[in-house]
């Protein structure tokens, strides 16, 4: 158990990092707390900086807690701080400007950094990258004047921000690598999807295309993909995908794969290191494995359940992924962890937007998708983790209730064939 003369820290002020804070003082830790990020805002969450923020519709910052809750909880908040180095054997953080700050443990939730393109006139002003406010606030100026816009990747930065682009209306074109948009995580079912969607808003979507260069003068006027193509254009958007910010854990010997590797009580190779958020690599109890998630509600429960294991008090995180993303006006919620299927199943309108899809593995769900329809990602959730086999005509069946299946028939035993199908590596 903590004491009062002990130090927590708490690398990283995003929202992993300020929910385990909140969590530390409510689970009774009286000891010192700190809290250091190199951004210059106190927390704040991410997903409006592509949406309604992003469109200006909202002036107000998505800070996770009032100025207040931090004096009034004793938090030391530390911005514009970045942290370059632990030594863990004598429990030291090493601060830019050569400052050092003990600690007893400490929480890493440094979350993920936009990969950045490589190709010539990448260094353009105008090629802009989305992960923070002031980036959220370069990038709206320029939708505001409705310009021209490509976006570079069509994951979920890059659709989300096609569809803020053009319901400000801006004209928008979008550039993917592959077939279709999100295929990665969807597959090409969904991929359809959201290509006659963002097609159907007036977006011009190239796909198997890539970005050979940049040309302007200063400020990027053009885009010339690698069949010799050009795309005037006034900015450009990339989202291509994020890496984990676990750097400043390789000094401590900690060990890293794609992430801060930790087990399922969020505890790291080396002993009084934790990791929470996009950053972590974590043993999931559920699939027998390690997975990374990328998603707001990750974060939300990962930094509390850090908190716990860091007092030493029972902790496990198992929760079955979940994340959400709003697209003109088509709201979504996917839930589940799917890595191979070899059935998607649909159930409702699925040209009217409002349909659930379920993804199933040997007759298991392994993931499902509601667009326009609420109230149905806790049963999925619930589904997933019952495991049990499925009659893919009651998942159709819009009269069959989900939340009846969970409880239908017993689950099947074991989680081997799970493991079987879940591949390494990557993030959700
Ligand atoms: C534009 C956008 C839209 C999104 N929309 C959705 C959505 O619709 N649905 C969804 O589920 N998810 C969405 N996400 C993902 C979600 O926001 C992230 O999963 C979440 O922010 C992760 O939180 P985190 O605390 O782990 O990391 P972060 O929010 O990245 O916070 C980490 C903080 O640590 C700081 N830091 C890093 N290294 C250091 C260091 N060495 N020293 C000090 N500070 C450091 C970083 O600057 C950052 O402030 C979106 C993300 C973005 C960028």
Partial sequence: MATT?????????????????????????????????????????????????????????????????YSENEVELWTSTRVSGINANLRELWLEG?????????????????????????????????????????????????????????GWIGAEVAASARQKGCEVTMIEMGSLPLERVLGPELGQIYVDLHRGHGVEFLPETTVDRFEGHRSVERVVTHDGSSIETDFVVAGIGVAPRAGLVETAGVRVDNGVLVDEHLEASVPGVFAAGDVANARHPFYGRHIRVEHWANALKQGPVAARAMLGKPASYDEIPYFFSDQYESGMEYSGYATEWDEVVFRGEVAAHEFVAFWLKDRRLVAGLNMNVWDASEPIRELIRSRRSLDPRDLVDPTVPLSGLAEAEPALAGTDALSAWASEGGAL
């Avoid at 929202?15 to 990020?37: N, S």
């Avoid at 107000?60 to 207040?68: A, K, L, M, N, T």
């Avoid at 010539?120 to 090629?127: F, M, R, T, Y």
């Avoid at 406010?133 to 490509?150: H, K, M, N, P, T």
């Fill in 98 to 154: 050569d400052q050092r700050l003990s600690y007893d443990r400490v929480l890493v939730a440094t979350g993920a950094v936009p990969r950045r393109l490589d190709v010539p006139g990448a260094e353009l002003d105008g090629v802009h990258y989305l992960r923070t406010v002031a980036d959220s606030e370069r990038i709206g100026e320029r939708i505001e004047q409705g310009q021209r816009l490509v976006v570079v990747g069509s």
């Fill in 5 to 69: 003369t002990e130090t927590f820290v708490i690398v990283g002020a995003g929202l992993a990092g300020a929910k385990a804070a909140e969590a530390l003082r409510r689970e009774g830790f009286e000891g010192r707390l700190v809290l250091i990020g190199d951004e210059p805002e106190r927390p704040y969450e991410r997903p409006p900086l592509s949406k309604d923020y992003l469109r200006g519709e909202t002036a107000e910052r998505p800070y996770v807690h009032g100025e207040s809750f």
